[in-house]
């Protein structure tokens, strides 16, 4: 499913400024060099759009953009430039083209040099088409600029109409628009303008800083506009959140509210049709649930059949790649869908089955504002269970126990229910809902030499993550895999035998069992034994918390995610021989906190050397303030992962 916000770019006379060649050539030699913005490879100089709403919400832009090469690398860059579009719903045309000079002459680019051609696609295939303008080669201190002309949206509706009916938004009459300030180099000014008719009221927010905001009365119109000056790209953190939740961006909306918006969804569909079940449908639908003993068994065995019989691929279906679902009776001739077609198809199979169910809208990977501008990207399932709507998710499930992905939790969505809703927010997933559980029973003869038995459980988003280690390839490949599995511990373990559970059995977690020995797993000196736990070599320790637990960097400015909440649980008992005695402890502290729960202990009592260690990551966003948390609770299964034990061997 596509970006739903507004991408409108067309070009008005008169909208933007326009600069004479001597005086745009002038403040291209006056912008600076890669001395004044070092590390960066292109400079933009302005950054100005123009937009003017028409009563239907049709909206036409300008965006006129000029920008510098400071370096070899940044003339590379800017040797073309490309401008994305669907024909079914947006237009898009190059005004004007030019190359300004390290000199600061201006040469103009021929318009009849752009080509227009099919878009790169994988997966979906709609038809989106771009326009590339070539400049030729540049050097470092040349310039180009870009003015678009532009009118659209990037999805479409089903119905057809008249000649410009086709680029009104599809909630009629309301304008929305999602504008970053932000980008990944230097811009000396960026500003953008909105013209709205009489009667339209806008609702704006500027987010994460501040611009300069002005409203201006032109004629029967009313004009808002922003400008925000030298923006200066965002360092990013290793696993931080997307961008567009920390940068500054614009969010405008003509929509009242998101009831409204929810509503308009609802009806929307309902109009069309989009899940009415045929003969067929039914059938499959009377088979699937055949046997079934609740309700939630029904909604499960449908929630998966959709999830693994609807393959993932968008084919262009004609009109309609949008808000507007697909009939359930085309996906399920098709067999094939994005995540809408597959909520559709969903929606459709429950109704069929008796239950209440709509479709609802969410923003994979980013936070949803209250400014009611569409901030979606994926569309989704409800389902009344006991009087309460339950969240499905069809295309985020193959080869997952869970109905709904708790990679998902913390992730703000719509439903579209005829009543309306507002903007709800999915729940945290416990921790102990998503676990990796280890369990390490061995011996150490007096050679070195270990052997022993290990078992791996896994439960939510780390089954899954354990389950793909295997799914994803062919079926006479498992076995390898499970030992290239036990071989990270040791590339000299010798495998004595090695069990798994069914990987693609949901309905039983996955579980890993092996019986191992590994030669000259401790390091045998005159005074001293070196061993390190077989715990710290696990495999799979990097599924759990920060990706491969790292813990840098040591502060961070930026909230932070993981895939989902989670856990380890790891216990080793080791059988030592007669006289080694551990020379130095291993001090593992406890940590509690909003972020993360970390306990352990390393410690030999008798003859045996025990392991254990806990350590819960609750969230899968959290505020920067959790880092200093979390990074302790990661800083002490680190010690166990980076240990090396040394025992005194006694007298020989």
Not at 124 to 138: D, Q
Not at 620 to 642: C, F, H, M, Q
Request: glycine share 8%; with cysteine.
């Amino acid at each position: 499913m596509r970006r739903f916000h507004l991408i409108a770019i067309l070009l008005l006379g008169g909208l933007l400024p326009a600069f004479a060649q001597e005086d745009l050539g002038a403040r291209v030699l006056a912008a600076g060099t890669a001395k004044e913005f070092p590390g960066a490879a292109i400079l933009t100089i302005h950054d100005r759009t123009a937009v003017k709403v028409m009563d239907s919400g049709l909206s036409y832009v300008e965006h006129d953009v000029l920008t510098k090469a400071l370096t070899a690398e940044g003339a590379r860059r800017l040797q073309s430039q490309t401008f994305g579009y669907d024909p079914q719903s947006a237009w898009v045309e190059l005004r004007l083209a030019q190359v300004i000079d390290r000199q600061g002459r201006v040469r103009a680019i021929p318009l009849d040099s752009v080509v227009d051609y099919p878009a790169p696609a994988r997966a979906i295939y709609w038809g989106a088409r771009e326009k590339m303008v070539s400049f030729g080669r540049l050097r470092e201190g040349d310039a180009v600029r870009v003015v678009t002309f532009q009118k659209g949206f990037t999805y479409a509706l089903l119905a057809p109409g008249d000649e410009d009916d086709k680029y009104i938004p599809p909630m009629k009459g309301h304008f929305y628009d999602i504008v970053p300030f932000y980008a990944d180099h230097p811009v000396l000014v960026k500003s953008y303008q909105v013209s709205l008719p009489p009667g339209k009221t806008l609702q704006s927010e500027f987010y994460h800083g501040e611009a300069r905001h002005w409203v201006h009365r032109e004629g029967e119109r009313t004009v808002h506009g922003w400008e925000k000056t030298g923006i200066s790209p965002l360092v990013p953190e290793p696993g931080m959140v997307d961008l567009s939740d920390v940068a500054p961006k614009l969010l405008l909306s003509t929509s009242p509210d998101w009831q409204a918006k929810s509503r308009w969804f609802y009806q929307v569909n309902e109009d069309y049709g989009s899940f009415a079940a045929d003969d067929d449908i039914r059938a499959k639908v009377a088979e699937i649930t055949a046997g079934c003993r609740s309700d939630l068994d029904k909604i499960s065995r449908l929630t998966h059949w959709v999830a693994e019989e609807i393959r993932c691929s968008g084919i262009s279906m004609g009109e309609g790649e949008g808000f507007t679902l697909h009939r359930g009776t085309m996906t399920f001739v098709d067999r094939c869908g994005v995540c809408k077609d597959k909520a559709g198809m969903l929606i459709t199979m429950l109704r069929a089955a008796g239950f209440e169910s709509y479709p609802a809208m969410t923003m994979a990977g980013s936070r949803i504002d209250r400014i009611p501008a569409d901030q979606f990207n994926h569309c989704v399932t409800i389902v009344k269970v006991g009087g309460k709507y339950t969240l499905l998710d069809p295309t985020w499930v193959p080869g997952v126990r869970e109905l709904w992905s708790s990679a998902e939790q913390q992730q703000e969505y719509l439903m579209g229910l005829p009543e309306g809703a507002d903007l709800l927010s999915t729940p945290l997933s416990p921790a102990a809902d998503h676990f990796f559980r280890y369990r390490v029973q061995g011996r150490l003869d007096a050679r070195g030499n270990w052997r022993g038995e290990i078992t791996l459980d896994a439960e939510g988003q780390l089954d899954s993550t354990l389950r793909r280690v295997f799914t994803r390839k062919p079926k006479e490949a498992w076995n390898d895999t499970l030992a290239d599995l036990w071989r990270r511990i040791h590339p000299a373990v010798e495998i004595e035998r090695s069990t798994m559970s069914d990987p693609g059995d949901l309905d039983r977690p996955m579980h890993l069992a092996a019986t191992l020995t590994i030669p000259g797993w401790a390091r045998l000196g005159d005074k001293h034994c070196y061993l390190t736990p077989v715990t710290a070599r696990l495999p799979l320790l990097e599924g759990v918390g920060i990706p491969a637990l790292s813990t840098s960097p040591a502060t961070r400015k930026y909230p932070f995610r993981t895939r989902s909440s989670q856990s380890l649980d790891i216990e080793e008992t080791l059988l030592l021989p007669a006289g080694l005695t551990l020379a130095a402890p291993l001090p593992l502290k406890e940590v509690t906190g909003s972020g993360a729960d970390f306990r352990g202990r390393v410690e030999v009592i008798g003859n045996r050397l025990r392991v254990s260690a806990k350590l819960a990551c609750k969230k899968r966003i959290y505020p920067a303030t959790d880092w200093e948390n979390v990074r302790s609770g990661l800083l002490e299964i680190r010690k166990i992962a980076d240990a090396v034990l040394v025992f005194d061997r006694g007298a020989k």
